[in-house]
Structure formats: structure tokens, C-alpha cells
């Protein structure tokens, strides 16, 4: 199995900044992709970003294409999203999440493990 805790959701202003980190244990050779979903009140879970374990492939949403960035260190077993410019619609809870197999990346039923989520929200 594997386990995933993710850190560093807050409030910030619209404009501004935040860094969200994913810490995996377990069996985290088994990883394929890592990746983050956000899910706010009312709506589904959607994609954000995910990268490949072993390699340096990312794939992103439009809506966070150009503001966020998906970035990892494999010696700290970490995923981190860097989120940059920030919107009151970014606001949601985020997850980070792991596939195992090669697949599509951007729908939640393709990811086997889950972390408990970490709170993001944007004032305007």
C-alpha cells in the first residue's frame, strides 16, 4: 500500500501564493504518476496535475495551466504543487493521489491511493 499525507493548504488572497506538499510512504516503487485533484462545495472532484514517478512528464488542467506547477523529489518520496497567482475559484479542498499504472491521468478512478486533503481557500 501506499500512504499519502498532504500539507500546506491555507487562506490567502487572490494574487497570491501557496505551496502544497504530498509526503508518500509504503510501497512508493510502485508508484506510476502522482497527482493532484481539488474538489470544491457543491461540485466534483477535477484534475489539476500529475507527474510521472520516473521521468519528468506533467500534464495540467487548462484552468491551472500557466499559474501552478507540479514538481517532485523522488529522495524525499514528495510531490509538491507550487500555485501562483491564485483565484477565489481555486478555492476547494485538494488531494493528492496515486496511480500504478500507466493510464489516463486525469480522471479520479484511474488513482488508487488517496491523502485526506488539505483546505485551499482564495479571498477575493
Known amino acids: 500500500q501506499v500512504q499519502l499525507v498532504e500539507s500546506g493548504g491555507g487562506l490567502v488572497q487572490a494574487g497570491g501564493s501557496l505551496r502544497l506538499s504530498c509526503a508518500a510512504s509504503?510501497?512508493?516503487?510502485?508508484?506510476?504518476?502522482l497527482g493532484w485533484f481539488r474538489q470544491a462545495p457543491g461540485k466534483e472532484r477535477e484534475f489539476v496535475a500529475t507527474?510521472?514517478?520516473?521521468?519528468?512528464?506533467?500534464y495540467y488542467a487548462d484552468s491551472v495551466k500557466g499559474r501552478f506547477t507540479i514538481s517532485r523529489d523522488n529522495a524525499k518520496s514528495t510531490v509538491f504543487l507550487q500555485m501562483d497567482s491564485l483565484r477565489p475559484e481555486d478555492t476547494a479542498v485538494y488531494y493528492c493521489a496515486a496511480q500504478l499504472y500507466s493510464g489516463t491521468y486525469d480522471q479520479s478512478n484511474a488513482y488508487r491511493y488517496w491523502g485526506q486533503g488539505t483546505q485551499v481557500t482564495v479571498s477575493p
Open positions: 507527474i510521472r514517478w520516473s521521468s519528468t512528464s506533467t
Open positions: 509504503g510501497r512508493t516503487f510502485t508508484m506510476y504518476r
